[in-house]
């Protein structure tokens, strides 16, 4: 009998490790030469529109791939592009709705969060509809002029986030 039941536990043992390799789960990511692209762009954008930014390029687990500080830029621009993607990245949208969020609702749980911030001037990264990541720009007189940066650098590389 006792063999018998370390069969059917071997047997059971075997079924679930085969299942557990069915449900691997496969995703595409930013590798480095695009995440630096994109955050190269954004700032030479700014720069070309007469802003000193910094940018912040996320991976899909709001790992920092590429922190950028642009020249003369404010000491507090590297933080807040940071916080900016950080925050798009874990909303899955432009950092600008949780500031609207916030407009509405001031006691939104989720302003409490570390790194979150309730500002315009990040966008998610996507391949068709799973974000990657998220890139996050300040420093230009206005977070639409940011947010408009780091389109700028999503769409240089937007042929390969197929």
């Known amino acids: ?50 802003y000193s930014v910094s940018a912040n390029v996320l991976g899909r687990s709001g790992e920092v791939i590429v922190a950028m500080r642009g020249d003369d830029t404010g000491p507090h621009t590297l933080e807040n592009s940071f916080k900016k993607a ?14 609207n969020t916030l407009k509405d609702n001031p006691t939104a749980g989720a302003r409490s969060l570390s790194n979150m911030v ?15 990541g998220a890139i996050g720009v300040s420093g230009a007189p206005g977070g639409d002029k940011d947010e408009a940066c780091a389109k700028s650098g999503i769409e240089k590389v937007a042929a390969d986030l197929k």
């Not at 047997?11 to 390799?21: E, K, T």
């Not at 762009?41 to 007469?50: E, H, N, S, V, Y």
């Not at 950080?86 to 500031?99: E, G, L, M």
């Open 118 to 132: 309730p500002a315009q001037g990040a966008l998610p990264i996507m391949v068709g509809n799973d974000v990657i």
């Open 86 to 99: 950080w925050t798009s990245r874990a909303q899955r949208a432009p950092s600008v709705n949780f500031a």
């Open 1 to 50: 009998m006792k063999t018998i039941a370390i069969i059917a536990g071997l047997s059971l043992a075997g079924l679930l490790a085969g299942s557990a390799n069915a449900q691997l789960i496969t995703h595409k990511d930013l590798s480095l030469p695009t995440a630096v692209t994109m955050a190269q762009t954004a700032l030479q954008t700014c720069k070309a529109q007469g």
